[in-house]
């Protein structure tokens, strides 16, 4: 056997090992630079991570007295991320417990503020769960007409 014949042999032998072995694709001769795309058509994008788990707690906070929450803790990869044991954010809603009684040192309808720049404040979520105590990093909130309950979202 010459050379060109045995160099001719060999190579086609590697061709077809690769082919073989589904290493060698036409796909794979595309050029990226040329506007190739071998990404398949029905392709989307995966959209956020998102979790939703509801709570109630009932406590007596030291500004607004004895009071029932009922809340859920969010996570959202892109807007509010957050792990099992840190941050999120809780959406919820207060109630006094004590009948026909407004909550204490607050007003009907006032605007309330939480984290470092506002009212401190930590996670029923997290308290409830984990017996953690996760500080806000910010929120807000409203205290009802009849100043017997408040909303409010917060985030950790």
Same mark, same amino acid.
């Given at each position: 056997m010459n050379g060109i014949h045995h160099r001719s042999l060999l190579l086609a032998l590697t061709l077809a090992a690769l082919a073989a072995l589904g290493t060698f694709s036409s796909a794979s001769l595309a050029s990226s630079s040329a506007g190739g795309n071998s990404a398949?058509?029905?392709?989307?994008?995966?959209?956020?991570e998102k979790t939703a788990i509801r709570y109630t707690a009932s406590y007596i906070d030291e500004r607004f007295g004895p009071v029932e929450c009922i809340g859920v803790h969010?996570?959202?990869?892109? /807007?509010?991320?957050? *792990?099992? #044991? @840190?941050?999120?954010?809780?959406?919820?809603?207060?109630?006094?417990?004590?009948? /026909?009684?407004?909550? *204490?040192? #607050? @007003?009907?309808?006032e605007v309330l503020t939480f984290g470092p720049s506002g009212q401190a404040?930590?996670?029923d979520y997290f308290a409830v769960a984990f017996s953690l105590a996760v500080p806000a990093i910010s929120g807000t909130g409203l205290t009802s007409k009849n100043g017997k309950a408040y909303s409010a979202i917060i985030y950790y």
């Open positions: 398949p058509s029905n392709a989307r994008l995966a959209g956020p969010q996570t959202n990869s892109v /807007k509010y991320p957050g *792990t099992e #044991t @840190s941050g999120g954010r809780d959406k919820f809603k207060c109630k006094s417990t004590v009948a /026909k009684t407004l909550l *204490t040192g #607050t @007003s009907p309808e404040w930590n996670s």
